[in-house]
């Protein structure tokens, strides 16, 4: 089976901009959650989807938003970025996504300007 | 709450020399824990994961880990280790009860000496 896909794999973008980050995840699986990774705050939990439904959410502003289509694709988009969201944005499918293992994407670098 | 507690910022060892990284969690229900690989600038590998019965745990590459519940801990070792094994490790905790959402460790970076 293919792995977990993001794209793109770079980006950069300046202040303000805003930004749509892409994710196929591995086929039959229907639950994709997302992730900020930074060397300050490490990996945090952006926000889980599950046919098309977001059932969790982490603590970050609502300038971060996602959504779910019906096949399972998922894609984030951040809205007028600041410095701070410059990261690794890693993608994550699992079959069910209520405790089972996550599989991960190679992740999206965005740097801000 | 749940959270994880890598204690090893940093190892370093020498290849064939056995390895354990160490890993604590806070859970309030049973744990699913996981053991990932990073390498440079590419996403999160699974190692190895728990979720019930035998408390030794088989992954890939070699590595092994245990569950210990009273200690609250789940140690990743490596009998020996390969220069390959150089990486970011980072342990997981997830649950059924908080849908898609693992609590990674801040992660241990192993380093490999000839």
């Known amino acids: 089976k293919a792995g977990v896909t993001q794209t793109p794999r770079y980006l950069i973008k300046t202040r303000g901009q805003q930004v749509t980050l892409s994710c196929s995840p591995i086929s039959g699986h229907r639950s994709v959650s997302w992730y900020q990774q930074t060397p300050g705050q490490g990996l945090q939990f952006l926000f889980e989807?599950?046919?098309?439904?977001?059932?969790n959410k982490g603590n970050f502003p609502g300038r971060f938003s996602g959504r779910q289509f019906s096949n399972s694709r998922s894609e984030m988009n951040v809205s007028t970025l600041e410095l701070g969201d410059s990261a690794l944005y890693l993608c994550?499918?699992?079959?069910?996504?209520?405790?089972?293992?996550?599989?991960f994407g190679p992740g999206t670098r965005l740097t801000v300007t | 709450a749940q959270s994880v507690t890598q204690p090893d910022i940093h190892i370093t060892v020498s290849e064939g020399a056995s390895l354990e990284l160490r890993c604590n969690y806070s859970y309030g229900a049973t744990p699913y824990l996981f053991w990932y690989v990073q390498s440079p600038g590419q996403g999160l590998q699974l190692l190895l994961k728990y979720f019930s019965g035998d408390t030794l745990v088989q992954g890939i590459k070699g590595f092994e880990a245990e569950f210990k519940r009273s200690q609250s801990s789940f140690n990743l070792r490596k009998p020996s280790v390969h220069w390959s094994d150089a990486a970011e490790y980072f342990c997981?905790?997830?649950?059924?009860?908080?849908?898609?959402?693992?609590?990674f460790g801040d992660g241990t970076t192993l380093t490999v000496k000839p």
């Open positions: 994550a499918s699992s079959l069910e996504g209520r405790g089972y293992e996550q599989y």
């Open positions: 997981a905790v997830g649950g059924d009860t908080n849908a898609g959402k693992s609590t």
């Open positions: 989807y599950f046919s098309e439904t977001q059932r």
